[in-house]
């Protein structure tokens, strides 16, 4: 015989294979007014009627009616389509779709929103550190990264915060995960020694006023090609930045704003720069473009401009970096020849100048070494 409980608490009893059931009133169904009937399992009684008093206390802070209504497919679905992608930029919800769609759904998206633990998520992690890379290049890993992970990760967070928002969930389950600990990569940059055999493989293929303003301007490579001739201030030596050529999930490209607030910025270059920029316009003088495809005539794609770099690389005989590493390069030589971290970030449209710090402590080594020395000097004076 059932064990009475109270109205509202449910009921335990002792079933025949020799386990203890709980049951309980979840909620009831909007649609048809019936009731929500769920029920704990335990060894003993009184593990049941910890359980139970658990999970009644977390069904009345949500809409169970609705939460059994969402997968994980379809609560990120609905996350992305409502509360995500209208309010960041297009390069981030793509970003978003490629996690939620390529990353997560494949994974765990027939898991009930409301049944979702973290050992599911645990083994997501896991998973995508071990066979998450969907196209594997030559000599790469079949796992994501660690950095990407993380920020699988992250985005979940946000997901389901949104559903403990809207009752739907009692608590968020990424709270409970061991997310990956992003490791750090090693910074490839250009030597100063190689740049001049850099530069002028550059200027052998007639590309040299767009390697030469990336290398002392760190522009993100959608940043460069976007560029248009009215955005040089030629008085002021300055380049405006306030677009970008993005990749969307389905392999198109579009122009949007760049990744952040700070990343639209107004970006000093040398004069060097600017008498290169205008000899280069002077080939095209009625393209709008400061860099336009000598195919096509319209803007440059990011990648045809990777697939130059390349070969740049291999015209000079140096080491291969990939393009990303001279946006590094410029960041490193800035810093190692005096210019503050601050100005240096700024530069680089970075979110603030911790991260610029963190980034590039191999940099501002060699400064502190110097500080280290000037203050020896000087305490040796003082004695």
């Known amino acids: 015989m059932p064990k009475k409980r109270a109205n509202g608490e449910g009921n335990i009893r ?9 049951r309980y009133t979840a909620g009831y169904d909007p649609n048809t007014g019936k009731r929500i009937n769920k029920n704990v399992l335990g060894k003993t009684q009184a593990e049941v009627k910890q359980k139970l008093a658990k999970a009644m206390a977390e069904t009345q ?12 497919a379809t609560w990120l679905k609905t996350w992305y389509d409502l509360y995500a992608q209208p309010n960041v930029r297009t390069s981030t919800a793509n970003r978003y779709d490629l996690m939620i769609n390529t990353y997560t759904i494949p994974r765990i998206g027939n898991v009930k929103l409301s049944s979702l633990t973290s050992r599911h998520l645990q083994k997501l992690y896991k998973d995508l550190l071990e066979h998450g890379r969907v196209h594997q290049g030559k000599n790469e890993s079949p796992g994501l990264s660690s950095t990407t992970v993380h920020s699988v990760h992250l985005m979940l967070h946000c997901a389901f915060e949104r559903a403990v928002k809207e009752r739907l969930i009692p608590r968020n389950p990424t709270d409970d995960c061991i997310a990956p600990k992003v490791r750090k990569v090693e910074i490839k940059t250009l030597p100063p020694e190689h740049m001049k055999a850099y530069l002028d493989a550059a200027q052998a293929r007639g590309v040299l006023p767009m390697f030469y303003l990336e290398l002392v301007s760190g522009l993100r490579k ?11 201030d030629i008085n002021n030596r300055t380049i405006s930045v306030s677009k970008q050529y993005v990749r969307n999930p389905d392999g198109t490209r579009t122009l949007s704003q760049p990744k952040t607030d700070t990343s639209i910025r107004m970006v000093s270059i040398p004069r060097t720069a600017v008498d290169l920029l205008i000899q280069e316009h002077e080939k095209h003088p009625d393209n709008p473009y400061m860099f336009p495809s000598p195919v096509t005539g319209e803007m440059y794609h990011p990648d045809s401009v990777v697939k130059l770099h390349e070969k740049i690389l291999k015209d000079a005989g140096l080491e291969h970096i990939n393009f990303h ?23 680089l449209g970075h979110y603030d ?4 710090l963190r980034t590039y402590t191999h940099a501002t080594r060699q400064k502190q070494d110097e500080a280290a020395q000037t203050m020896g000097s000087f305490m040796e004076q003082v004695r």
């Open 14 to 22: 002792k079933r025949k294979d020799g386990r203890w059931e709980g």
């Open 61 to 72: 802070h949500i809409d169970v009616g609705r939460s059994d209504d969402y997968t994980v």
């Open 222 to 232: 959608g940043e460069l090609v976007a560029l248009r001739w009215d955005d040089l």
């Open 325 to 347: 590493g001279l946006r590094h390069t410029f960041a490193t030589t800035a810093l190692q020849n005096g210019v503050d971290i601050k100005t240096v970030s700024n530069m």
């Open 353 to 356: 100048a911790g991260f610029t």
